[in-house]
Nanobody
Framework: VQLQASGGGLVQAGGSLRLSCAAS????????MAWFRQAPGKEREFVAA????????YHADSVKGRFTISRDNAKNTMYLQMNSLKPEDTAVYYC?????????????????????WGQGTLVTVSS
């Protein structure tokens, strides 16, 4: 499966953005999916994950209540709605897909659980 992330940009603190991740090739409903991010000089970190059906989601504590992950399998697309953005949310955001046998929180939050990655989209939040 090929993943294409989009929707990043420059936004002021307190603003909103919606990221999209379009999947092509094998249908996205085969895979659990997730968003990770990497800020300059920092390691890649988990943001949110969603099960194949969309029935189970996990969000990092740092984004709970502000970000919401969702997916539309009919459109082969995953989304990340980001509200109340903060300067510390500035990062390149990557989408990922994986065939995780058991979609537990431990496995869903690890980058090594995912087999396919998009190219990343830059989100910059100004103060």
């Amino acid at each position: 499966v090929q993943l294409q992330a989009s929707g990043g940009g420059l936004v002021q603190a307190g603003g909103s953005l919606r990221l999209s991740c379009a999947a092509s090739g094998r249908t996205s409903s085969t895979y659990h999916m997730a968003w990770f991010r990497q800020a300059p000089g920092k390691e890649r970190e988990f943001v949110a994950a969603i099960s194949k059906s969309g029935g189970t989601t996990y969000h990092a504590d740092s984004v709970k209540g502000r970000f919401t992950i969702s997916r539309d399998n009919a459109k082969n697309t995953m989304y990340l709605q980001m509200n109340s953005l903060k300067p510390e949310d500035t990062a390149v955001y990557y989408c990922a897909a994986g065939l995780i046998v058991t979609f537990s929180m431990v496995r869903a939050t690890k980058s090594s659980s995912y087999d396919y990655w998009g190219q990343g989209t830059l989100v910059t939040v100004s103060s």
